[in-house]
């Protein structure tokens, strides 16, 4: 917890934060807010054309497709968020408030900001899953989806009922569902995967920023509970646009046998790109590759 003992160093100190995002994002594009039911979601937007919209997982915020931004813009309206609860977006209390009918809310209020009818959707880990989700409860608004490393949701249920590889592997989940998780969690220790010293800098301004509680809210939520149960006959209802899926097989958190069946709950064409000893954070590990496909496949006529 940090102590500003005098008022106008925090203030200072606070600006300068906001500062330093800002030329993160003057990079990449224009910032701006959606009010997402009275939750302000934060947003770096590039680019014209049909919208794109994409959504990051944890522990990440909008900068994470910084590799992919510059490329889609030239064939996209590029808007990466900050989910709730990180950076610059809202931050509100409580568990419910990161139930998944929250989430994909605000993806459809960036859509309804945007005065769109249907959009693109990309994204990895929990934006992945919200990403799914709003494909197959908003049919009508999605026209593509891209997913980074986030399986079906059923293909994870099976996975965590069956395999005890997955799950040993979804023990860091449980721990998050705990009620004093967020208090064991700082913003250095979420940092961990970030190589480059310079982006490093960037990711602990903005997890500073971020609320530690709300990013786990999103596993007590959300994440399904012990005992693990899975039934072949639950129906989701299915995905019903084409649909790219990378995954970066070195990921030790999300395992690929839930890639398995995939096909059979989606109404058209699945494209499966599987990296080699690519970590979970495929975008940045992969990023000429995935960059490289993902425009390809969303600009292909």
Same mark, same amino acid.
């Given at each position: 917890m940090f102590k500003f003992w005098l008022l106008s160093w925090g203030a200072c100190a606070l600006a300068g934060l906001a500062w330093q995002s800002?030329?993160?994002?003057?990079?990449?594009g224009e910032e701006g807010f959606v009010d997402s039911g009275g939750v302000k979601i934060h947003y770096v937007t590039a680019g014209k054309g049909?919208?794109?919209? +994409?959504?990051? /997982?944890?522990?990440?915020?909008?900068?994470?497709?910084?590799?992919?931004?510059?490329?889609?813009?030239?064939?996209?309206?590029?808007?990466?968020?900050? +989910?709730? /609860?990180? $950076?610059?977006?809202?931050k509100p209390e409580g568990v419910d408030n990161y139930? +998944?009918?929250?989430l994909v809310g605000d993806v459809a209020a960036v859509l309804a900001h945007f005065k769109q009818d249907k959009a693109i959707i990309v994204g990895h880990d929990w934006g992945g899953i919200v990403a799914w989700t709003f494909a197959m409860t908003h049919p009508d608004k999605t026209e593509k989806l891209v997913i980074l490393n986030l399986p079906h949701p059923k293909g994870l249920q099976r996975e965590l009922a069956n395999n005890p590889k997955q799950q040993a592997s979804s023990q860091y989940a449980r721990n998050f569902q705990q009620p004093d998780a967020a208090s064991k969690v700082t913003p250095e220790m979420l940092t961990f995967w970030i190589k480059d010293p310079e982006v490093k800098k960037k990711y602990l301004e903005a997890f500073k920023r971020s609320s530690m509680e709300g990013m786990l809210n999103y596993y007590k939520a959300n994440y399904p509970r012990e005992p693990y149960k899975y039934d072949e006959n639950q129906a989701f209802p299915p995905v019903k646009c084409p649909v790219l899926m990378f995954h970066g097989l070195g990921d030790t958190a999300l395992l690929p /046998?839930?890639? $398995?069946?995939?096909? $059979?709950w989606l109404e058209k064409d699945l494209t499966l790109v599987t990296i080699p000893k690519v970590s979970h954070f495929v975008q940045q590990d992969a990023a000429p590759l995935v960059t490289k496909r993902m425009v390809a496949w969303l600009t292909e006529k």
């Open positions: 800002a030329g993160a994002a003057e990079e990449l049909p919208l794109l919209v +994409m959504l990051h /997982g944890f522990p990440d915020f909008w900068y994470t497709w910084r590799a992919q931004m510059p490329e889609l813009a030239k064939h996209f309206q590029v808007v990466a968020i900050d +989910m709730r /609860g990180y $950076n610059l977006s809202d139930k +998944m009918d929250k /046998g839930a890639l $398995n069946d995939t096909w $059979n």
